[in-house]
């Protein structure tokens, strides 16, 4: 015997049941309150970025740092390396350095290039810690490079840039 309507008949009864009872939302009806871990995820520390460590915020919050300076680098500190802009690079490495003017000691600077993901031993010439120490430009191994940087990727503003794609680019693995 075949149950022709049946299917329709399932389709019917379940737009006419309402909202409530089908688990979804209804206008009007008032959001629960959000539990405490919601409420720490969304204010603590890490919310919407990676952890810091007390001996960062130590030296961040020095009083002979200029404090918007200070909340500049917490706010870029909250990122992982790769998603810096190459903008936020160059802004946070010369005005790291200029800090010694102010009297900070150079331990703490090179604390903070070393959880920024920078090379601690000069401050002065910022490198990423992992990049290479000598220019490959004529090796002829490197020959993937140039299609690299005619990628698509690779040709934007360099400031608006990623270190992720800069490193790509720059790499050559962002070749076809």
Do not use: H
Not at 133 to 157: E, F, H, K, M, W
Not at 159 to 176: E, P
């Amino acid at each position: 015997m075949r149950l022709l309507g049946l299917p329709l008949l399932l389709v019917a009864l379940a737009s006419a049941m309402p909202a409530a009872a089908q688990g979804r939302k209804m206008a009007g009806q008032p959001l629960p309150p959000p539990s405490v871990a919601q409420r720490q995820a969304a204010t603590g520390d890490v919310a919407g970025g990676r952890f810091i460590p007390q001996p960062i915020l130590d030296i961040l919050g020095d009083p002979r740092i200029d404090p918007n300076i200070a909340y500049i680098f917490w706010q870029t500190s909250r990122k992982p390396i790769d998603e810096w802009t190459m903008g936020e690079v160059g802004f946070t490495t010369s005005v790291a350095a200029t800090l010694l003017e102010a009297g900070i000691p150079l331990i703490k600077i090179q604390t903070l290039y070393q959880f920024w993901g920078f090379d601690p031993r000069d401050i002065f010439n910022p490198s990423f810690a992992d990049w290479q120490s000598q220019s490959t430009a004529y090796d002829p191994r490197n020959a993937g490079n140039v299609l690299s940087i005619s990628s698509a990727d690779c040709q934007v503003n360099v400031s608006l840039m990623t270190v992720a794609t800069f490193r790509g680019c720059s790499s050559g693995q962002r070749g076809y």
